[in-house]
């Protein structure tokens, strides 16, 4: 607790309290007080190791040693208000579940340029979210046409 | 190997086996179910002494009836000891049929002569030291037959396994498969399992056109289709190669079928080697609804069953019908359904000042149409009712024209001055069944191979029973049975008439002429000269007797006989040279440029074919599949179209949209309902009501028509029907009909 207050001072200190307190503001500190889930990752963060920050800013933490094995590997998401587990691109979700020792740094350099597709968070129930349409639907862009004949096209056949 | 493999069998009666079964003939066999079958004289033995002694009588296959024409040739024959009467020189198999049993065959077809090499319809005969094969075996007087013995069944099962040595596994994949009938039988004949081990044969693919699909490995050789190119379709291109295992069906060299019935050898297949091109990997068949209706690309009407599967028609099958094509149809027939899928008029259009289409609503297209009519004179008024017509739209479409004063209202194909006064003179008076009784045939500017493809079949099916003669005058042409060249034209005509021909002789003698006339000789000037000619001839050859009438005209069009008999008859012939307001009712086939440049023209129809470039309002009509509707063919036979899929877009039947017009015309027509434009037609054509009858003519032409001063043109004959595949909206909307004309007609 000392150390979180002398560390706080020496901020306020370096930065002057109004940047102080913006930066307490964007890194979340102040939600931490509605949000249990955040505060106590804020608190896990003390004393862990950052491996890395992807595109996203999202943070990616490891504490090997005291920590039960299984909770070693975690993350604090850039978001601080709306999180979800689809914010974590590919290239570190097989490193925060345990699926390879590789960092997300280090798998993105294996990324196919041509065809890699960009991560996009799963966006359900805010608006964007992805909904099938099928296939004779008008809203699906490959609408299939059933129709079953071939009409008569007057427009090519202007002789008169 | 196989006989290794039984040999090994044989030799290890396991001693276990022994035990637990009592010891059975010898060698214990491999195949086969039942402990009764495996012995068979056994079980014969045991069966011997109580012979059921009262059997319920059976019906007849198919409710077959047996027509005998003296009482003293009839012999009687027991089936499985059940006693029938049938007539002398039935076969074993026919007479199966008339006790109700069903023997199973593949070679053998009744319309086809009988080869007897499948080997599938073998029964025992009493007294007879092998099994018989039933399909071409006479029938004796006394014969006791037994199809349900377990030698029948052993013999069977035995050949099936033969047949399935080299079949296939190609079920699965098989366009035949689910109406096979090697799929059934070998489901109630077979054994549940084969003894071949060996490599199956394999056989080259033919190529027999764009029509007819080969995958020739399962064939089972029965030869039907061979002949049935032979027999009834009068081509010479199918034949067997080979002998043993090395035995191919096939064209000899290399050469595409061409004949205009070759999509029946797909029906007539008990395999899947001969199947439609156009219809493979479509549809399974239990997935497809069956319409029963009648075909309009020519006067024959043909029965057939529309395949349909949602809104698309995906296959024609022949129905069966004695009086008119038998059980085939001809290749337009069969497959011009493609057109049905092309080209298709589904919205009204209007075209608009500046000389393009415009999609509108019926409303509007109807409001247009009603308005201009009544800017024209009456006499300026014409109406002419297209070759496909059904005989409610043409009668709905004269009424309508008669109430707004005009009364020039035609059917394309019958000329300008067409005679129908007297229905005998239009019509197939003999009727295409009564044409097998004809002797000597008078063929007049009419080419039936092209025109009617199942009367061409009849006449063929009579020259090569009876011998009859056949005598032709028109341009030189391909038949497909032996005919004499008169002449080709009037010329020809004149002589005959005047009795100073060879062939006046001929038709002298016959016991029952025929004459038929093509309808193509309506389109000439002197129509009516050339008519009184031919029933001059008539007169002579005494071709109309009480008890024969041999006159007959074979007509174009579906359209042409009831709207002869519902009397769309111009009353000025070059009304259409003057008219202002002309209303083409699927009309494709007129002269366009008869029309004068002022003229408004309204196209009502379901393809865009030749007619709507001309249109100012363009009416979309219902094809015959999607309408119910009553034609009459050649021989007066009347018959119905029923609907067999829905109508394309915003289209109507035809008969409904002239009724909407003539409201919108304030002329409104008094019948709302297909019943109701029926009994107006009953008032008009009574025989246009009987539906599936045929109303034999009472006058005769040749005493009642009135004399003419024409004059004949020596102008030659010419043909009726350039191309076969192609003759009407539908037909020219068709991709197979368009590969075929290019392919086997080369055009």
């Known amino acids: ?160 | 190997m196989g006989l290794g493999l039984l040999a090994s069998r044989a030799l290890r009666p396991a001693a276990s086996r022994l035990l637990r079964y009592p010891p059975r003939h010898g060698l214990a066999r491999a195949i086969g179910s039942t402990p009764e079958r495996q012995s068979p004289e056994a079980s014969a033995a045991q069966a011997q002494p109580d012979p059921a002694p009262e059997l319920p009588p059976r019906k007849p296959v198919a409710g077959a009836r047996v027509h005998l024409p003296n009482p003293e040739d009839a012999i009687e024959v027991f089936v499985d000891g059940y006693p029938v009467k049938i007539p002398k020189g039935m076969t074993v198999l026919q007479a199966c049929e008339v006790a109700g049993v069903d023997i199973p065959r593949f070679c053998y077809h009744n319309r086809l002569s009988i080869a007897g090499n499948c080997r599938m319809c073998l029964v025992e005969v009493e007294k007879s030291p092998k099994p018989v094969a039933s399909c071409a075996m006479p029938a004796l007087p006394g014969m006791k037959i037994k199809t349900d013995t377990p030698i029948a069944k052993k013999a069977r099962e035995g050949v099936m396994e033969f047949l399935l040595m080299n079949h296939p596994l190609d079920c699965p994949i098989c366009d035949q498969g689910g109406e096979c009938d090697l799929q059934d039988q070998s489901m109630a004949f077979g054994s549940d399992r084969g003894r071949f081990t060996e490599v199956k044969r394999s056989v080259v693919d033919k190529n027999l056109g764009p029509l007819v699909k080969t995958v020739m490995t399962r064939c089972i050789q029965c030869t039907r289709c061979v002949r049935f190119a032979t027999e009834i379709a009068g081509v010479q291109d199918l034949g067997v190669l080979g002998r043993g295992s090395g035995e191919e069906i096939g064209t000899y060299v290399e050469k595409l079928m061409t004949s205009e019935l070759s999509g029946n050898v797909i029906d007539i297949c008990p395999v899947g080697a001969l199947t439609s091109k156009p219809f493979a990997f479509k549809a399974r068949n239990w997935e497809l609804k069956g319409t029963e209706t009648i075909d309009v690309t020519d006067a024959v009407g043909s029965n057939i069953r529309i395949d349909s599967r949602g809104p698309e028609v995906l296959r024609i099958l022949p129905r069966l019908n004695e009086d008119i094509n038998e059980e085939w149809i001809s290749d337009k027939t069969r497959f011009c359904y493609d057109g049905l899928k092309r080209q298709r008029l589904n919205d009204p259009m209007i075209r608009g000042a500046d000389g393009r289409f415009q999609a509108v609503s019926w409303h509007d297209a109807l409001a247009m149409v009603g308005e201009v009519i009544h800017k024209v004179g009456p006499e300026e008024i014409v109406g002419v009712a297209g070759k496909l017509s059904d005989a409610e739209s043409m009668m709905a479409l004269k009424d309508f024209l008669n109430r707004m004063g005009s009364n020039n209202v035609m059917c394309e194909g019958n000329g300008k001055h067409p005679n129908a006064d007297l229905r005998s003179g239009y019509i197939m008076n003999t009727g295409i069944a009564g044409l097998e009784k004809a002797d000597v045939f008078l063929l007049v500017g009419t080419q039936p191979r092209v025109e009617a493809a199942m009367v061409n079949a009849r006449i063929r099916k009579t020259v090569r029973a009876t011998h009859a003669k056949v005598g032709y005058i028109g341009p030189p042409t391909d038949s497909n049975y032996d005919h004499e060249h008169l002449g080709t034209g009037p010329q020809t005509l004149t002589e005959l008439a005047e009795g100073r021909h060879p062939f006046c002789s001929t038709l002298k003698n016959a016991k029952n002429p025929a004459i038929i006339v093509g309808a193509g000789l309506f389109e000439r000037e002197d129509s009516d000269a050339i008519f009184s000619a031919i029933e001059t001839i008539a007169k002579n050859g005494n071709v109309v007797r009480p008890d024969w009438n041999g006159y007959n005209v074979l007509l174009l069009h579906a359209a042409q006989a009831a709207a002869l008999d519902l009397g769309l008859v111009p009353q000025s012939p070059d009304s259409i040279k003057s008219a202002k307001f002309v209303y083409l009712m699927g009309a494709d086939d007129i002269n366009l440029k008869d029309i004068p440049d002022d003229a408004f023209v309204v196209y009502q129809g379901h393809h865009g074919d030749q007619s709507v470039y001309r249109a100012n309002v363009i009416l979309p009509a219902s094809a015959f599949s999607e309408k119910e509707g009553t034609y009459e063919n050649t021989e007066g036979c009347i018959q119905q179209t029923l609907p067999a899929v829905p109508t394309v877009g915003d289209a109507r039947d035809d008969w409904k949209i002239v009724r909407a017009l003539s409201e919108v015309a304030g002329v409104q027509l008094p019948y709302d309902s297909v019943g109701g434009i029926r009994s107006r037609i009953w008032t008009v054509a009574p025989n246009l009501v009987s539906v599936d009858e045929r109303e034999p003519t009472t006058f005769s032409t040749t005493t009642m028509r009135p004399n003419t001063n024409q004059k004949i043109s020596p102008n030659d004959f010419g043909m009726a029907v350039e191309n076969f595949y192609m003759t009407d909206a539908i037909t020219r909307a068709s991709k197979i009909m368009a590969q075929c004309s290019a392919m086997l007609l080369k055009k």
């Open chain 1, 1 to 160: 607790m000392a150390a979180i207050l002398r560390g706080a001072l020496k901020g306020i200190k370096e930065k002057g309290l109004g940047n102080f307190l913006r930066d307490l503001k964007e890194e979340g500190y102040l939600k931490c007080l509605a949000d249990g889930n955040l505060l106590q990752t804020k608190l896990h963060n003390i004393g862990a190791t950052l491996v890395g920050v992807d595109k996203f800013g999202n943070k990616y933490y490891e504490r090997l040693g005291e920590t039960q094995h299984g909770r070693h590997r975690w993350v604090e998401y850039a978001e601080k208000g709306r999180y979800n587990a689809s914010q974590v691109p590919a290239e570190w979700h097989g490193w925060l579940h345990h699926i390879t020792d590789h960092t997300g740094d280090e798998l993105l350099m294996l990324k196919p340029k041509r065809y890699g597709a960009e991560h996009r968070e799963n966006l359900s129930g805010e608006g964007e979210a992805y909904i099938y349409h099928s296939k004779g639907h008008a809203l699906n862009p490959g609408q299939r046409d059933w129709t079953r004949y071939k009409s008569w096209e007057p427009a090519k056949t202007d002789s008169q």
